[in-house]
Each structure stands twice: as structure tokens, then as C-alpha cells.
């Protein structure tokens, strides 16, 4: 129990990143600004998602950090598999289709920060927000 109080309170450092990497990408002036702004919220959350997972794997039983392993494999495959999807629906959109496709990416590495964060930090950390 110690251990889970230990990687929530590290965690928690990691909270404003995750929120701040939402940036509004709705003030950009085309859509080539828009995919920029979107691919930086992807980089910055995909880093944060990094930290997190990282910091995680410290303070966990050998069982808990293969669990994790796991768990962040098997969300690599939904992403990548989702990412996918979302090129193939928008493969004729053009321009449309890539600002699509670069928020899905972002928004998808947004939530797995949120969650790993959530997880480790329990009920004491707050409900997850989207």
C-alpha cells in the first residue's frame, strides 16, 4: 500500500503536464496549423505518457511492472490499430481528414496519460477528465 501511495503522490507531480498538453487547437488559421498544434499536443502528451509510465515501473512489484507491460502493450495495439482506422475512414478527406487524424492520435495518447495516472493515484487523485 505504501508503494501505490508513493507512485500516486509521484504522479501527481505529472498532473498539470497532462492538462496543459491539451492545448485549443481551434485558434489556428488553417489546417496545416491545426495538424501542427495537434501533432505538438501528441508529442508533449506522449512524452508526459512516458514520464508516467517510467516513474510507475520504479515502485512496482516484478508481477505489477509485467502487468503493466502488458497492459501498455496491449494499448499500443488498440492504438495503433485505432490510428489505422482513422487513416483508412479519411484516406479521400484531404486536408479535413488529416486534422482527423492527427487530433485522434493526440487525443488517444491524452487519455492513456490520464489513465495510467488515474490508476496509480486511485480515487485520491480525482476522476479522470477527457
Not at 506522449?46 to 508516467?52: F, T
Not at 501498455?72 to 487513416?87: C, E, H, V
Not at 479535413?96 to 491524452?110: C, H, Q, W
Amino acid at each position: 500500500m505504501k508503494i501505490i501511495m508513493l507512485i500516486g503522490a509521484l504522479l501527481c507531480m505529472f498532473c498539470p503536464a497532462v492538462a496543459s498538453s491539451a492545448q485549443d487547437c481551434s485558434k489556428a488559421d488553417n489546417a496545416r496549423e491545426i495538424v501542427t498544434c495537434h501533432e505538438e499536443r501528441y508529442k508533449n502528451a506522449d512524452r508526459e505518457l512516458n514520464k508516467i509510465y517510467g516513474e510507475s515501473m520504479k515502485g512496482l512489484s516484478p508481477a505489477a511492472q509485467q502487468k503493466l507491460k502488458e497492459s501498455q502493450r496491449a494499448w499500443l495495439r488498440y492504438r495503433d490499430t485505432g490510428l489505422a482506422l482513422a487513416i483508412e475512414l479519411n484516406k479521400e478527406t484531404r486536408s479535413y481528414g488529416d486534422v482527423v487524424i492527427a487530433d485522434y492520435r493526440a487525443t488517444v495518447v491524452e487519455k492513456r496519460a490520464l489513465e495510467l495516472r488515474y490508476l496509480f493515484s486511485g480515487p485520491a487523485g480525482g476522476p479522470v477528465k477527457w
